[in-house]
Every structure is written in structure tokens, then in C-alpha cells.
């Protein structure tokens, strides 16, 4: 293992070059394109013999080449973000319904209009029904780490979905700091090569892949890849705590920090619970008790995890780092309705933040408490959502 | 935890400073963290860089807004950013120039000056219209905070290592205006 | 017999549209004229059902439409050039 510092989207990179990918068809967009580009400088220079890096002219095609490589049993990776996301987007689909195991990094970035390439989490968050299982790293560290233990998720004979990992755009990509990068040897260990057997090109046995299904098939399809999806969760324990023997780095389903007995919990994902953490534990050097989820697998989604972590919390402050136009947070109302049919519950409110790369302060989580204490004095949650640092003058 | 912010311009390598400092940090013990104001890559533009250091892994997302020193790479800048903005009270600006540090009144902050324009055209880093001093620069940091004893605190051979590793060509150039730097830097 | 979903639905038995004989779709069905096909295998290059046996000119073997597969389209009575196929009507 080497310590070095290196740029979140460059760690990325590190992981896609340590996974050996056989094929990596990528078009570059902020704040993603350092991976495109250090994937075909590895490839240029030798440092990765067996790849084929295919230069694309969309994110679509992009998309559309890792579905063919990946259907002919190949390891394939690739790199977007934001609009680039939303392009792939009919074939994110496709790639979840052929069950094909392709790793994507996204640079979590705002979507358009108004044109903005800083960081949010829309452009995923809005994926999460394509049938891809999400990551979201809180560093770069755990970006690389979760890059390499996607492969290994995607590609289990038990669970072959596609997998995303999330990482801010620019907050996490462009910033440089210390990463351990592993080994390669302990990584191909880790990591054995992708022998496909449910999907994969052999002239002498022809198959027929990505055809269509008439009503009276299709229901079926789509049952048998939700349950894929939900059974991909003990999998996905088993991976966490094989890289943990191996590597050393803990990680699981949600992270929980702080106190376990505290009545106000926040929920949130990614870079921010960094800044979150130093202020809960600034909070709790006074004396008040507060604690954080971090969810850091979003799909499948934690359903027994997060209730058990949520269990003695009186108000949940959910802060999303999105918005589903018309209604809410989208991690809000998915975590609220998780526990409407229980008789005990905690009150849930919502609050949007960091819009657009709005920068995330530790005062807006004191505004945050603050907000979410009252309603629970109030006994009642007062407005439907919270906007954190937001300019009403301008409105 | 030690904060320091850079401005400079598009294409000066405020960036690059930060990276260089973070690797002498980093390479003495410390966890760091450098990264530029997200998006604004112009070249001549005003543009700042944050470094953060500390004993402990840091977590902190956020710009940085009340730093502990401020590196200035390009004087004329002074007069169209307000490069004093939030420094602490016991906190260091050091600027590229060949003015003493009493011809400069930021609220009596300490000011370190340096000539690192005419130190970096001497070892031939960039030209006379588009200087290269940001390893150059750095040079003066590690002096002050030397003799200030902060927790900033970067040693001169961490700090030339640094910029020999970091410095894409002219290595040995970079490193004997960083050492002049530390030499002559008016404290 | 019940149709089992396959993970990514991937269809192993492959080529599934051989049992799918679609010559029952046709009303009319071309017939060939022996005697006035010269062989050319323009009718097999535009067939869109890959329905006509190629013609052999070496063994003088004229081509062969393929009745289980055949649509009974009418492409290849309307291209070859000879007017050595002719559409008739299905008599069932």
C-alpha cells in the first residue's frame, strides 16, 4: 500500500486502472473528465495492456458500448456526471434489465438549466430507479475504496446489476489530499477476473440478448429484478467486511456517529457529513446529545438498517442534497415512508441544501438542529420543507 | 487545524502552490487537504486556492474563511480583491513584491514581503511578462512560519523536496528560488 | 409449459425464431417457374424473411421458395426480372 495525495477524481481513476477493466468506452464531462483522461493515459502508456479504452462521441454511447462490452462477458467500466448521467439515462435501464455488471463513476453534479457544473447529488438521486445499485463516498478514499468493491458486487454470480459510485463533483473531485492506494497484487486477490456465465459471446453457443417481452412476460422480468436488487444487500455485507479483512477500512450499508441515544438524528449523503461530523462532535463537546446517518448504499435501499439506527430518534432532520421538483427530498420522503405502516415513529423533516455546489457550512447545521428542535418542543413538524441558505431577497 | 488561502491569477499556479505545500505537509506527518475555488479556471482572472493541514484526518468541506496566512502571488492583485478578508487576528499575509512589509496596513495583521518576481526570472522560471513564483513563494512561508512558530509549520528540506517532486521541469531552478526566498523573504 | 425467466432475460436456445413457422401468415404464395429462372438470386438477396433457397447454376437447380418461413410478401415475385415467379392465391 502507497499513501499518496492525489485529486478525488484521480483516485477514481487509481481504482478503474487497479480493477483491470478489459474495455472502457467513456465521453468526458466536468467534473468527471480526469477519469477518461487518466484511464486513456494508462492505456496509452502500457500501464494497462489488456484495456481497450474507446473513445465515444455521446454519454449515451457511452453507455450503449459498456452494454455491449459487459453483454459479451468483458469487465467494463466508465465515468460521468450531470447532463452526461441524464443522457445515459434510457440506457441505464437497459443495462440493469440485461443484468449486465458495469461499474460507473459519476461526479455528482447539478442538472440544467440554469447551466451549473458544481456539485449536488440530482443526477444520480434521479437515477434511482433504473435498477442500479449506489454508492456515495464521503472522500476520496472511500470513493477508490467503493470503486474497487463495486467490481466485486456487480460481478457476483448472486447479484450481477450495475453499480454506481457517487463522489461530489469538484467538493471531493478537484480536491487533493492524502489517499491509500492498494496494492495490485492484494487488489487482483480481492478482485479475481470477470468470468461472465449468464451473459457473454461464444459463436459456438448463440444466444439471444436484450430482446423484447410481451405483457404477459414483462411483470415478471421486472419482479425478478427488484428482488435481484433487494437480495443484492447480504452481498453487499459480505464484500464490505472481505475488504475490511484484507484492507483495513470498515464499511457498511449506513454509517452511524455520535450518540446512539439522541433525539435529533440527521440523515444525509456524502462529502457534507465530513463538515457534519466536526460539527456534531463541536455540538457534543457542550453537552447536547446528536447523532448522523450517513447512508452511503442507496440502493438497494436500507430499509432494516436505517430503522434500527433511527429507532430512538424523536425528529430525523433529512438533509437532501437534491430536490424532487413538485414534492420534496427525495431521501426525506423515501425514509418517511419506510416507516409509515409503524406505530412508533419519529417525526421527519426535510431540508434541502447545497444546491448547485452552494457551499456547506458548519452554521447551516447548527440552523439545521435549531429548526428541527423546535418542531420537536412543537411536537409537530411546522413546514413542509427547509431551504438551508437560501437568499429569499432574491426571490 | 492550520488554514491557508492563495490568490493569484488564471494560469499563475496558486493552485500548484497549495498542492506543493500540501505534499512538504503531508510528507512531514501531516494529513492535508488543497483544492481551488471550484470553476473559475480563466487565465489572469483573479483566483483563489485553499490548504488546509492538521494532525488528525480532516473532514471539513467548506471554503475557507477566516485563514490562518494568506500567500499573494501577484501584488496587483491587492487592489481588486480583498486579500485580507477574514484573517485571523494573529494570522500572516505574505506578498510577492518588492515593498517592505511597514508600506502595508491590513488592520496590523503581520506582513511578510517578498521579491519572488524578480528571485523567480533570476533562476529563469517564466518570463519577464509571465513570471512563474509559485514554488518561488513559498519559500517566504516557510520562513515566517519558522520564526512564528505556528502550527503551519513546514520545514525548508520538506518544502524543496516538495517542490523538486511537484515541479514538472527546471526542478533544481524551482528549488534555488524557493531556498533564496527563504533567505531573503522581509519578515 | 411454463416459459422461465432467465437472468437479464438472455435467450440461451438460440435460434428461438426457427419454430416460429410463419408461412401461416401468407394468403399468397409465389410459385416458380423452373423453366424461366435463370439463376440470378436477385429474389434471394431481396427476400426479407430468408425464405428462398439460393439457386445453384453449376447443378442447373433453380430456386426454392421455403413455404414454412415464407410470408407470402410478394418482393420476390415483384423484383425477379424474368417474371419466373408468380403470386397465387393460397387455396386452404
Not at chain 1, 456534531?280 to 440502493?299: P, W
Not at chain 3, 433457397?53 to 418482393?75: S, T
Request: glycine content about 8%; aromatic content about 8%; charged content about 25%.
Amino acid at each position: 500500500m502507497s499513501r499518496k495525495i492525489v485529486k478525488g477524481a484521480e483516485a477514481m481513476a487509481i481504482a478503474g486502472k487497479l480493477a483491470k477493466p478489459d474495455v472502457v468506452p467513456a465521453f468526458p464531462i466536468t467534473p468527471s473528465t480526469t477519469f477518461p483522461e487518466k484511464m486513456s493515459e494508462y492505456v496509452a502508456c502500457g500501464e494497462l495492456p489488456n484495456t481497450e479504452f474507446v473513445p465515444v462521441e455521446s454519454e449515451h454511447s457511452a453507455m450503449s458500448a459498456a452494454i455491449a462490452a459487459s453483454a459479451t462477458g468483458a469487465r467494463t467500466c466508465t465515468a460521468t456526471s450531470s447532463q452526461g448521467l441524464a443522457l445515459m439515462h434510457e440506457m441505464l435501464f437497459i443495462a440493469a434489465g440485461m443484468r449486465l455488471p458495469i461499474v460507473l463513476f459519476d461526479a455528482n453534479r447539478a442538472l440544467s438549466a440554469p447551466l451549473n457544473i458544481w456539485g449536488d447529488q440530482q443526477d444520480s438521486i434521479s437515477e434511482r430507479d433504473a435498477g442500479w445499485i449506489h454508492f456515495y463516498g464521503e472522500n476520496a478514499q472511500e470513493g477508490l475504496d467503493l470503486m474497487l468493491m463495486a467490481f466485486r458486487v456487480a460481478e457476483d454470480k448472486r447479484v450481477l446489476l450495475p453499480t454506481m459510485v457517487g463522489i461530489d463533483g469538484f467538493v471531493l473531485t478537484h480536491t487533493s489530499e492524502p489517499v491509500d492506494v492498494p496494492e495490485q497484487k492484494a487488489v487482483d486477490d480481492f478482485l479475481p477476473q470477470y468470468k461472465a456465465e449468464h451473459c457473454y459471446l461464444d459463436p459456438e453457443r448463440p444466444t439471444t440478448v436484450g430482446a423484447f417481452a410481451p405483457p404477459e412476460y414483462y411483470m415478471e422480468t421486472r419482479y425478478q429484478l427488484d428482488e435481484a436488487v433487494h437480495s443484492s444487500g447480504p452481498v453487499i455485507d459480505e464484500v464490505f467486511a472481505d475488504f475490511e479483512k484484507r484492507f483495513g477500512r470498515k464499511y457498511s450499508k449506513i454509517e452511524y456517529y455520535g450518540d446512539r441515544d439522541a433525539e435529533v438524528v440527521f440523515v444525509a449523503i456524502g462529502s457534507l457529513c465530513g463538515t457534519l461530523k466536526d460539527w456534531i462532535d463541536e455540538h457534543r463537546a457542550k453537552g447536547q446529545k446528536v447523532g448522523l446517518v450517513r447512508i452511503i448504499v442507496y440502493r438497494p435501499f436500507p430499509f432494516k438498517e436505517l430503522k434500527a439506527a433511527l429507532a430512538n430518534a424523536k425528529i430525523v432532520a433529512v438533509v437532501d442534497r437534491s430536490i424532487s421538483l413538485g414534492y420534496g427530498g427525495p431521501v426525506f420522503s423515501e425514509l418517511a415512508a419506510a416507516f409509515v405502516n409503524d406505530a412508533k415513529r419519529p417525526l421527519f423533516k426535510s431540508f434541502i441544501i447545497g444546491l448547485g455546489g452552494r457551499d456547506i457550512k458548519l452554521n447551516d447545521f447548527e440552523n439545521i438542529y435549531n429548526a428541527a428542535s423546535a418542531d420537536l418542543k412543537a411536537g409537530k413538524v411546522n413546514e413542509k420543507m427547509h431551504w438551508v441558505n437560501i437568499n429569499k431577497e432574491m426571490l | 487545524m492550520y488554514e491557508v488561502r492563495f490568490h493569484g491569477r488564471g494560469g499563475q499556479g496558486a493552485v500548484t502552490a497549495a498542492e506543493i505545500l500540501a505534499v512538504a505537509a503531508f510528507s512531514e506527518g501531516k494529513y492535508t487537504q488543497s483544492f481551488p475555488v471550484f470553476g473559475v479556471e480563466r487565465r489572469g482572472a483573479p483566483v483563489a486556492a485553499f490548504l488546509r493541514m492538521d494532525d488528525k484526518a480532516i473532514r471539513a468541506r467548506y471554503q475557507i474563511y477566516e485563514p490562518d496566512a494568506v500567500i499573494v502571488l501577484d501584488p496587483s492583485l491587492i487592489s481588486v480583491v480583498d486579500v485580507s478578508a477574514g484573517v485571523k487576528s494573529d494570522g500572516v499575509i505574505i506578498i510577492n513584491t518588492t515593498k517592505h512589509p511597514s508600506d502595508f496596513n491590513f488592520d496590523s495583521k503581520k506582513v511578510v514581503t517578498v521579491d519572488a518576481t524578480g528571485i523567480a526570472l533570476k533562476n529563469k522560471l517564466g518570463s519577464a511578462t509571465n513570471p512563474i513564483v509559485n514554488s518561488t513563494i513559498l519559500g517566504a512561508y516557510a520562513k515566517v512560519m519558522e520564526i512564528m512558530g505556528k502550527k503551519g509549520k513546514t520545514g525548508i528540506n520538506a518544502l524543496l523536496d516538495a517542490v523538486r517532486y511537484k515541479s514538472p521541469a527546471k526542478k533544481e531552478e524551482n528549488v534555488a528560488a524557493t531556498k533564496e526566498a527563504y533567505e531573503t523573504a522581509k519578515v | 409449459m411454463v416459459t422461465k425467466i432467465t437472468k437479464g432475460c438472455v435467450i440461451y436456445n438460440s435460434p428461438t425464431s426457427l419454430g416460429n413457422k410463419t408461412g401461416g401468415w401468407r394468403t399468397m404464395k409465389p410459385v416458380v417457374d423452373e423453366e424461366k429462372c435463370k439463376k440470378c438470386n436477385i429474389c434471394w438477396q431481396f427476400c426479407p424473411d430468408s425464405s428462398i433457397e439460393p439457386a445453384d447454376r453449376k447443378a442447373n437447380k433453380a430456386i426454392k421458395i421455403n413455404y414454412d418461413y415464407c410470408k407470402g410478401c410478394g418482393i420476390c415475385a415483384a423484383e425477379c426480372p424474368f417474371k419466373a415467379i408468380t403470386m397465387v392465391m393460397e387455396e386452404k
